[in-house]
């Protein structure tokens, strides 16, 4: 067997339909499995999974578990794909019906590489997006991999797993303990990219868009209340980052720096949505009294940094000094500005 689609569903019965036909509607005519990983939905979820699972026995495998997040659904895919390759797929997304098609033939023209690449577009309200990953389409050897390791530290290109078909030999290989990280409701591709874009020796790029990425106000990454900051904390991608980083034959005190630049970009980003999605001047303030820090590395020195944001670092003084009337201005202006650009972007049209 080629593949194995690996799906982690949760709490998706509005859109889980959309994801599992457009699985089934390949054009590919090779074997393939779709493993349905129930990971304790309280909603139809888990009846729509075995609803697939009696009409499609021959293509739909159904695991059903407690409830332990993303990582560890996945994992449970991982454990019992069969296919030589393996496809995430979240389940609020579809994919192109020639999503496998296109994957084979870059397998085949590209002697089995141990991944494969492809582009995204984000979908919502019925309306598609461009491509959202311009790459070359190329083959990349093991010398040449720098070029994904500078994306993973400084950028998102590259980090979903979405857009990877992965050899299954690799991902069942990956010693890293991912239990210890099941509480957490980011970095999740991030955390699992770095280990496999170190192993894998040959990488295979197609500038194409296959998959579709729907804007979901409602999914875990989009969840911003109060209780849910700590989930939201990815200091351990950094630490894994450290672990890697010196067999990536690369100046590993220059990534570490690029690094803590990248941390404090994504901590006051994390910060910004939280305050963002704030329903009042009670929760606001304790969004700003949240220990910010701890979500940066413990060695961290905001006067070490080189080729930091000015506006990014200015916001993280804020933050630290709890300058609540300054962050307040702050947003108010961002907002003045975002509304500004909205109506000059009518009147021009």
Same mark, same amino acid.
């Given at each position: 067997?080629?593949?194995?689609?690996?799906?982690?569903?949760?709490?998706?019965?509005?859109?889980?339909?959309?994801?599992?036909?457009?699985?089934?509607?390949?054009?590919?005519?090779?074997?393939?499995?779709?493993?349905?990983?129930?990971?304790?939905? &309280?909603?139809?979820?888990?009846?729509?999974?075995?609803?697939?699972?009696? $009409?499609?026995?021959?293509?739909?495998?159904?695991?059903?578990?407690?409830?332990?997040?993303?990582?560890?659904?996945?994992?449970?895919?991982?454990?019992?794909?069969?296919?030589?390759?393996?496809?995430?797929?979240?389940?609020?997304?579809?994919?192109?019906?020639?999503?496998?098609?296109? /994957?084979?033939?870059? !397998?085949?023209?590209?002697?089995?590489?141990?991944?494969?690449?492809?582009?995204?577009? %984000?979908?919502?309200?019925? &309306?598609?997006?461009?491509?959202?990953?311009?790459?070359?389409?190329?083959?990349?050897?093991?010398?040449? $991999?720098?070029?994904? %390791? *500078?994306?993973?530290?400084?950028?998102?290109?590259?980090?979903?797993?979405?857009? =990877?078909?992965?050899?299954?030999?690799?991902?069942?290989?990956?010693?890293?303990?991912? @239990?210890?990280?099941?509480?957490?409701?980011?970095?999740?591709?991030?955390?699992?990219?770095?280990?496999?874009? @170190? /192993?894998?020796?040959?990488?295979?790029?197609?500038?194409?868009?296959? +998959?579709? +990425?729907?804007? *979901?106000?409602?999914? !875990?990454?989009?969840?911003?209340? !109060?209780? =849910?900051?700590?989930?939201?904390?990815?200091?351990?991608?950094?630490?894994?980052?450290? #672990?890697?980083?010196?067999?990536?034959?690369?100046?590993?005190?220059?990534?570490?720096?690029?690094?803590?630049?990248?941390?404090?970009?994504?901590?006051?980003?994390?910060?910004?949505?939280?305050?963002?999605?704030?329903?009042?001047?009670?929760?606001?303030?304790?969004?700003?009294? %949240?220990?910010?820090?701890?979500?940066?590395?413990?060695?961290?020195?905001?006067?070490?940094? $080189?080729? &930091?944001?000015?506006?990014?670092?200015?916001?993280? =003084?804020?933050?630290?000094?709890?300058? +609540?009337?300054?962050?307040?201005?702050?947003?108010?202006?961002?907002? !003045?500005? $975002?509304?500004?650009? #909205?109506?000059?972007?009518?009147?021009?049209?």
């Amino acid at each position: 067997m080629k593949f194995s689609i690996l799906v982690p569903v949760y709490n998706v019965e509005k859109y889980l339909e959309q994801c599992v036909e457009s699985l089934l509607s390949q054009t590919y005519t090779g074997d393939y499995e779709i493993i349905l990983v129930n990971d304790g939905s &309280t909603d139809n979820s888990a009846k729509i999974c075995d609803g697939y699972l009696s $009409k499609h026995p021959e293509k739909v495998r159904v695991i059903h578990k407690e409830n332990q997040g993303l990582l560890s659904a996945r994992d449970v895919g991982i454990a019992e794909a069969q296919g030589e390759y393996c496809i995430f797929v979240d389940s609020d997304d579809f994919v192109d019906e020639n999503l496998l098609q296109v /994957v084979f033939e870059e !397998i085949e023209k590209n002697d089995s590489p141990d991944m494969v690449i492809y582009s995204f577009r %984000y979908y919502e309200n019925g &309306t598609f997006s461009k491509a959202k990953t311009a790459m070359p389409d190329k083959l990349f050897s093991a010398n040449e $991999k720098s070029f994904f %390791y *500078n994306y993973l530290i400084d950028g998102n290109i590259f980090t979903a797993i979405w857009t =990877k078909a992965v050899k299954a030999s690799i991902l069942k290989n990956d010693p890293t303990d991912y @239990t210890v990280f099941y509480g957490k409701n980011m970095g999740e591709d991030w955390l699992r990219s770095i280990y496999i874009f @170190t /192993v894998a020796e040959r990488i295979a790029c197609k500038n194409i868009a296959l +998959y579709n +990425y729907r804007n *979901n106000l409602q999914s !875990i990454s989009r969840n911003h209340s !109060i209780e =849910k900051i700590e989930t939201q904390n990815i200091l351990h991608v950094y630490n894994t980052f450290l #672990k890697y980083i010196s067999a990536w034959d690369m100046d590993a005190e220059e990534c570490k720096e690029r690094l803590k630049n990248r941390w404090l970009n994504e901590t006051v980003y994390t910060f910004s949505k939280f305050y963002e999605n704030a329903e009042n001047n009670a929760e606001r303030k304790q969004i700003i009294d %949240y220990d910010w820090s701890s979500f940066l590395p413990t060695d961290f020195s905001l006067d070490e940094l $080189k080729n &930091t944001k000015t506006a990014q670092c200015e916001l993280y =003084k804020m933050i630290m000094g709890k300058q +609540y009337s300054a962050i307040r201005l702050h947003f108010l202006k961002n907002l !003045i500005y $975002k509304n500004y650009k #909205k109506i000059t972007s009518k009147v021009k049209k």
